[in-house]
């Protein structure tokens, strides 16, 4: 059971904007930033987004994080193919005193 | 450009020691903007942060609290890499192992993991 809580699935067709969510609480995302991880399968996890809405170098604009109280999004504009990996939300949680992840959304593209 | 190259056994018997190494470059482990991560991913616990090493001009650690009476996370600056050592292993610690760097307040660079299996 994750500390942060996704929706395990989601899909969209070529060309149209999904989101997908991230709850949490008062002790993390309430109260510390929200990062975004895209993982294809085989493959490490790839830092999407980092302090909620920022986008490291190489990471198109068609990606954009959001947080609101203690919950976050991540958005994706100009859905593709290449897109279909898992989606994981992180925080870190300050009564854990540690990092901790959501279960991961897959996404699926149709 | 920063890498993080794993190494380490990949089946372990339970009881014994899991140890894995991360050498890094393009960085310094004793950086002072960067922290030093392992982290494991499994079916059963999903992602899983385990702690970190970091160099604020002393060495800090933090530990998970699920492996802190277990686990040993420690920097060789002589080898420019870190390492984890997880004792007393049993089967719930199988996974894929990855480390990772902190530089912006997230897991910017990932290594390539490792599966490790515990089993005799």
């Known amino acids: 059971q994750s500390v942060l809580t996704q929706p395990p699935s989601a899909s969209g067709t070529p060309g149209q904007r999904v989101t997908t969510s991230c709850s949490g609480s008062?002790?993390?995302?309430?109260?510390?930033?929200v990062n975004w991880y895209q993982q294809l399968p085989g493959t490490a996890p790839k830092l999407l987004i980092y302090?909620?809405?920022q986008r490291p170098s190489g990471v198109p604009d068609r990606f954009s994080g959001s947080k609101s109280g203690t919950s976050a999004s991540l958005a994706i504009s100009g859905l593709q193919s290449e897109d279909e990996a898992d989606y994981y939300c992180?925080?870190?949680?300050?009564?854990?005193?540690?990092?901790?992840f959501g279960g991961g959304t897959k996404l699926t593209v149709l | 450009q920063v890498q993080l190259q794993q190494s380490g056994p990949g089946v372990v018997k339970p009881s014994q020691t899991l140890s894995l190494t991360c050498a890094i470059s393009?960085?310094?482990?004793?950086?002072?903007?960067?922290?030093w991560y392992w982290i494991r991913q499994s079916p059963s616990r999903g992602l899983e942060w385990l702690g970190r090493?970091?160099?604020?001009?002393?060495?800090?650690?933090d530990y998970a609290v699920s492996v802190k009476s277990r686990i040993s996370i420690n920097p060789d600056t002589s080898k420019n890499q870190f390492s984890l050592q997880l004792n007393s292993v049993t089967p719930e610690d199988t996974a894929v192992y990855y480390c990772?760097?902190?530089?912006?307040?997230?897991?910017?660079?990932w290594g390539q993991g490792t599966m490790v299996t515990v089993s005799s």
């Open positions: 090493t970091y160099y604020r001009s002393k060495w800090y650690y």
């Open positions: 302090s909620n809405n």
């Open positions: 992180a925080a870190w949680d300050d009564s854990l005193n540690g990092v901790v």
């Open positions: 393009g960085d310094s482990v004793s950086s002072n903007i960067a922290a």
């Open positions: 008062s002790s993390n995302i309430g109260s510390n930033t």
């Open positions: 990772a760097q902190d530089k912006t307040g997230a897991f910017d660079i």
